[in-house]
């Protein structure tokens, strides 16, 4: 066999390309990008400043000031450039309009006032170049130049955001160190202190508007936080009387199957189609008390076993009206004898109107006298809470303070869904002298007529 030939060298393998480094130049080159961003696109729509103000001098005060300013700088300009600087009249007029006149535009449009009068000094600092001001003139921003650009400044801090305030910053600054190099003699430098100062003015105004954006976001969020209070306390409500209209369908639904199931064995001569019929009718009422109870289990997840207990009803006012007075509320119940009939959705309801207006006298006037009244016509029921104002103590005679200030009207909103439910009419308000009353009118069902008592007889035992 020939020797095998050596395998060829193997050539070297290229390096795999790596990933352009993010260095110092791409960086910079971002930075720039972005400031020349900010600069070009404000952050804010053009509505003039203090456009939410709920009064109308308060939004015609940016008007008010900008007008000012530009009546006071345009003329002080001119006479500055033309005195001092030596400039003929013509160009000092056209160069004080350039740098004061934009400054109208200070209450809507303050970062393209900038554009206007950022170049416009820019100008006016190389025309003055060819000036002879005398060794003590400020060079490159004359006086009213520089205060009126603070106040454009202070206009840029309340409106934009802080990228486009360091742009602004940083191009101030390096316009005022390129004129320095250009002409480092020429009169006294103020770009340093046009720097400075122009950051504390851009500082304070980010930290103004900064402030006043918290305190709006502020209020938006109580106000939906009240909403969303207000909603919660709605539903629990809702999902209670649900919990509580279940005792009451329940009873009914009950009732019903019964009956359907011993109408045979009651009625005598029923054909085969009826007793299916009342087999039917049995067969939905136990269906629909299954779904009911599934839907109570639902609504009943997170409640507690008290919610279970047996509802009250105005046989339990006597009570609730003791335990109010022990709690120190002079309280008075007018409860007629005989009232009897009435539907267990109505009992429950004017139990807890009256339940819920006797807690709202203890919470908001401590010591008042109060009086219940329940009273019927026969098609509606009447629940009235009358209290006085709160009771007055100590040689002062003031009134003594209530256990809370300012209420949510939580309870209101409940009293107002139990009226709800039964389409009743609910009437609650101050009284003149200082005390509070809450009526609902409650609406009854008809009478029904006398009927002879039916004995039920009890199915006979299947056979075994």
């Known amino acids: 066999m020939p020797p095998s030939s050596p395998p060829p060298p193997s050539s070297p393998q290229p390096a795999p ?218 539903l629990e409500e809702r999902t209670r009387i649900a919990r509580e209209l279940h005792d009451v369908v329940a009873h009914h639904m009950s009732v019903i199957t019964v009956q359907a199931d011993s109408a045979p064995y009651r009625l005598e001569g029923l054909s085969d189609q009826a007793r299916e019929e009342f087999g039917s009718i049995a067969a939905s009422a136990r269906e629909s008390l299954a779904e009911m109870r599934r839907l109570l289990t639902v609504l009943r997840s997170e409640g507690t076993e008290g919610e279970r207990a047996p509802q009250p009803g105005l046989d339990r006012l006597q009570q609730l009206v003791e335990a109010t007075v022990r709690a120190g509320l002079p309280a008075e119940l007018s409860l007629p004898a005989g009232l009897a009939g009435i539907p267990q959705t109505v009992d429950l309801s004017a139990y807890r109107i009256v339940q819920e207006a006797l807690a709202n006298v203890v919470r908001h006037a401590p010591g008042a006298r109060t009086r219940v009244s329940i009273s019927s016509d026969g098609a509606h029921l009447t629940v009235l809470v009358v209290n006085d104002p709160p009771e007055r103590t100590g040689s002062s005679l003031a009134p003594r303070t209530p256990v809370e200030t300012a209420g949510t009207g939580h309870g209101l909103v409940g009293m107002r869904e139990r009226v709800r439910l039964t389409g009743g009419t609910l009437d609650t308000g101050p009284l003149p002298d200082g005390g509070f009353r809450v009526a609902a009118r409650l609406p009854l069902p008809p009478a029904a007529p006398p009927a002879a008592a039916a004995s039920v007889p009890l199915p006979p035992p299947e056979d075994s």
Not at 146 to 168: D, H, K, N, P, Q
Not at 192 to 205: E, N, R
């Open 17 to 234: 390309p790596h990933p352009p480094a993010d260095g110092l130049l791409s960086a910079a080159r971002r930075n720039v990008r972005d400031f020349a961003h900010a600069l070009s696109h404000p952050s804010h729509p053009p509505t003039p400043l203090l456009a939410g103000a709920p009064k109308s001098w308060q939004r015609l005060l940016p008007y008010v000031v900008v007008l000012a300013l530009a009546a006071v700088f345009l003329p002080v300009t001119v006479t500055v450039l033309a005195g001092q600087y030596h400039l003929n009249g013509g160009l000092a007029g056209a160069l004080a309009v350039a740098q004061a006149a934009p400054l109208l535009m200070l209450a809507h449009r303050p970062l393209q006032a900038w554009w206007i009068i950022f170049p416009a000094h820019i100008l006016g600092a190389v025309v003055l170049l060819g000036q002879d001001g005398g060794q003590d003139a400020a060079w490159p921003w004359t006086p009213p130049g520089l205060i009126g650009y603070l106040f454009l400044l202070l206009a840029l801090g309340l409106r934009e955001r802080r990228r486009t305030l360091a742009a602004v910053w940083l191009a101030t600054g390096a316009a005022g160190l390129v004129l320095f190099l250009v002409s480092p003699e020429h009169g006294t430098d103020n770009s340093l202190l046009l720097l400075i100062l122009g950051a504390v003015v851009l500082v304070i105004g980010a930290t103004v508007r900064e402030r006043g954006d918290a305190q709006r976001r502020l209020a938006e969020q109580e106000t939906i936080s009240e909403a969303e209070r207000a909603q919660r306390t709605l």
